[in-house]
């Protein structure tokens, strides 16, 4: 486009502007303007000259009117944007109020849950306390994980508990003409049988000892029965499950007191096994004392025996007389060797079997051990005043370890033990037989050369003879 093209454009622009701006028509003017104004620069660069700026001097006042209008219209348009900008970050603003409300909302709802449903567990719990449902402590009991299962026996007692307690909402039963007042007062006469029950029976399992579980098991079952009953009568919600439950505690406390009494008698055994071991002991030096000045007696019977003997004229006599001197002091020199290798080995002693009919019945036979240089005196006292007759022995068998062979023989016949829940008493019940047979196999597998005599027969004399009078009276 040449530069005449171009002034006659912005010229042809530009009267139109003048001519809507004569007839009072400013808006049109301003939008014809607009439309030129990509020419305004073109028309104010060629309207140089004086008189043409004189000429068209009403246009160019519109002209400045327009870029000035422009500029306002830029000002309002960024105002405009702003404000629009800050409006929509008010919204967002608003918007985030609002769910953080929501949120606040839902929690308090949740936490007016929570409080509501707390306060059914506190009102349950107190329930249940009123029942006699409470944590309890079981003294002397260190186990923790004895501990662990009655804790859980207790739990489960609750469950019941609050099952039976939860039943009495829903009864039909009536009381002053209200079923409401029906159900609370079915809910209290439960919950007083459920405290008098607990209340009983948590009384018997305190009394709980190792030899006394079935005085304590009586009676559990005759309070379950008592209030079992009450409830039948009166229609009301009771459970055989409580019965269950609290004979499984009294179970488990008397479980702890076997396993204390067991661990006692253990101790018990240990010391007397010291006691025995320092015993023998003692004995062994005795004897060795002994053997030693009796072999110094022979010593000093043969030294002077055999200076007389040089003496006298009666040489066959005294050859006599000294080789009998010979024969003790070859008697005394080996008690002294083997008291002397007695007090050294203190592993060595003698296996008893013996019975005892009057007291265990037949076939029951104690296979046990003794380091004492006189194992009867164990024997005698093992028949004390604890038993009405005294053991008879079928058996005295010495050896070097006589520990380990007793310990042999209880293997070989350990499922004929009589006591299955104490293993420390050493009763067995089965046949001679047998039992000669189990030694036998004991001795063979230890390699025990000594030779086992066995009396069959049990005298059990004091036994008999009461019998006999017994049945003559």
């Known amino acids: 486009m040449n530069r005449t093209s171009v002034i006659g454009l912005a010229a042809s622009a530009v009267l139109a502007a003048a001519g809507l701006a004569a007839e009072g028509n400013a808006s049109k003017a301003l939008l014809a303007a607009g439309t030129a104004s990509g020419a305004g620069s073109a028309v104010a660069a060629l309207l140089t000259e004086s008189k043409t700026r004189k000429r068209f001097a009403g246009v160019l006042d519109i002209e400045d009117e327009i870029s000035r209008s422009s500029k306002n219209l830029k000002s309002v348009e960024d105002r405009l944007a702003k404000a629009t900008g800050s409006f929509n970050s008010q919204e967002e603003a608003?918007?985030?109020l609002r769910n953080e409300r929501s949120e606040i909302t839902d929690e308090v709802a949740s936490m007016r849950a929570d409080l509501i449903s707390m306060r059914k567990v506190i009102e349950v719990e107190n329930d249940l306390q009123m029942a006699g449902f409470a944590a309890r402590r079981y003294l002397g009991i260190d186990s923790d994980a004895l501990l662990e299962r009655l804790k859980d026996n207790r739990t489960r007692q609750k469950e019941v508990g609050k099952s039976i307690l939860d039943k009495c909402q829903y009864l039909n039963f009536t009381y002053n003409d209200s079923i409401p007042q029906g159900r609370a007062f079915a809910k209290r006469t439960v919950t007083s049988w459920l405290r008098g029950f607990n209340a009983e029976c948590d009384a018997a399992i305190s009394t709980l000892k190792h030899s006394n579980d079935s005085t304590v098991l009586n009676k559990i079952d005759k309070a379950f029965n008592f209030y079992e009953k009450k409830a039948e009568q009166q229609s009301f919600p009771w459970s055989s499950a409580l019965s269950g439950l609290k004979e499984e505690e009294a179970f488990l406390v008397h479980e702890h007191h076997v396993e204390k009494q067991r661990e006692k008698e253990e101790q018990a055994e240990i010391r007397r096994e010291m006691r025995e071991e320092e015993r023998a002991l003692r004995e062994a030096e005795e004897a060795q004392r002994n053997a030693e000045r009796e072999a110094e007696k022979y010593e000093e019977l043969l030294r002077k025996a055999k200076e007389e003997a040089y003496s006298e004229t009666e040489e066959a006599e005294h050859l006599s007389k000294i080789a009998e001197l010979e024969r003790r002091l070859a008697e005394a020199e080996e008690n002294r060797e083997r008291a002397i290798s007695r007090a050294q080995m203190t592993r060595s002693g003698h296996v008893y079997v013996i019975s005892n009919v009057g007291s265990f019945g037949q076939d029951v036979f104690k296979v046990g051990m003794s380091r004492r240089l006189d194992p009867m005196e164990r024997v005698k006292e093992l028949g004390d005043a604890s038993v009405p007759f005294p053991f008879d022995v079928h058996a005295m068998i010495f050896t070097e370890d006589a520990p380990g062979f007793e310990k042999e023989i209880h293997r070989q016949i350990w499922e004929h033990r009589v006591n299955r829940v104490n293993d420390r008493r050493e009763f067995f019940?089965?046949?001679?037989?047998?039992?000669?047979?189990?030694?036998?196999?004991?001795?063979?597998?230890?390699?025990?050369?000594?030779?086992?005599?066995?009396?069959?027969?049990?005298?059990?004399?004091q036994y008999r003879q009461s019998v006999s009078e017994r049945f003559a009276a």
């Open 429 to 461: 019940q089965l046949s001679m037989p047998e039992l000669e047979e189990a030694t036998a196999q004991a001795a063979k597998n230890l390699g025990v050369t000594a030779e086992i005599r066995w009396t069959r027969y049990a005298l059990a004399e």
């Open 94 to 96: 608003i918007e985030r």
